[in-house]
């Protein structure tokens, strides 16, 4: 069974920069693709960034683009989100997901397992 958890959440001050980390318990990790999402409190559920099996294709939301950049490491089985420049509206539970597919999706629906996040803050 597949397994995520997530780690390296905390508060921040705005401007600030943050980097979370993803452990999975999956075999055959380097063939699942792997996605970051985060959920604030009373709104949905929204893509943030993807990363595919080899590290080289990667999808990120506009709202986080040149700010945040995702990077796994097969050998460690870990995916990582560093966050910077970090703003009070990316305040959120940010979770780690995984899929056994190619391609870098933002469809939350193409993701088989999820961990349970964890809590970034971002104070002004």
């Known amino acids: 069974q597949v397994q995520l958890v997530e780690s390296g959440g905390g508060l921040v001050q705005a401007g600030g920069s943050l980097r979370l980390s993803c452990a999975a318990s999956?075999?055959?990790?380097?063939?699942?693709?792997m996605g970051w999402f985060r959920q604030a409190p009373g709104k949905e559920r929204d893509f943030v960034a993807a990363i595919g099996w080899s590290g080289g294709s990667t999808s990120y939301a506009d709202s986080v683009k040149g700010r945040f950049t995702i990077s796994r490491d097969n050998a460690k089985n870990t995916v990582n989100l560093q966050m910077n420049s970090l703003k009070p509206e990316d305040t959120a539970v940010y979770y780690c997901a995984a899929r056994p597919g190619y391609s870098t999706t933002r469809t939350q629906g193409a993701y088989d397992y999820w961990g349970q996040g964890t809590q970034v803050t971002v104070s002004s």
């Open positions: 999956i075999r055959t990790f380097s063939r699942y693709t």
